[in-house]
């Protein structure tokens, strides 16, 4: 039984939540990207938490029965990790900057696309609703089920093989902001991944993922 429910949560997320970004195009010249709430993200955020409770003993195992950091460690690894996220985007933008400037530009190398800048009160909230819904759903997917749940389905013990495809499948999943984009979260995939291991719990990554993201787009929105 929890194996046909591992397998089924495993194809789900595989085929509504990691296959579509494959096939998103990072060309974005002509209309800028609006980032938005959608009732798609809603139904996918729902039946992630689903997934994650219907794991909880799992999640129990793995995580909160485990020998727990303290309360300064959980602080200093999430501070550490938010440090690492800012620093290999800035490294990252600075060298295909570089790169560009020197005429090496890379296929795909530059997401070329601006991003949709909010008018009013409602759309900032969808805005931040959709940075929030996705950031749950990507921590959850990529750190938790196809890690986790997919070494339990599996029983696969060697844990490069339980790891890198779910990092894999992450980066991927940002092909539409251009090479760079794709080598940036397979960085920040690996540093969320260990923040995880280290800090035991999946809420100290939602709140660095979200705030990077946070971060990310303010800077990026202050320059457009």
Known sequence: MKKALYATQIFFLLLFFVVP?????????????VIKTTFFS?????????FLYLDRSLYQKNYKDSPQPGIFMKHAYALCSFGLLIFVSVIFQIIFFVLSRKGMNLPGSTAAFDIYRPVNALEWLSLFTALLTAVFTEEVCYRFILCDVFKELTGISNKLLTEIPALILFALGHIYEGFAGVLNALVCGIILRLLLVKSKSLLINIIVHFFYNLFYLTLFLAVI
């Open 21 to 33: 970004p494959l096939f998103n195009s990072p060309d974005f010249a002509e209309s800028p990207l």
């Open 42 to 50: 809603i139904f996918l955020t729902f039946v992630t938490a689903l």
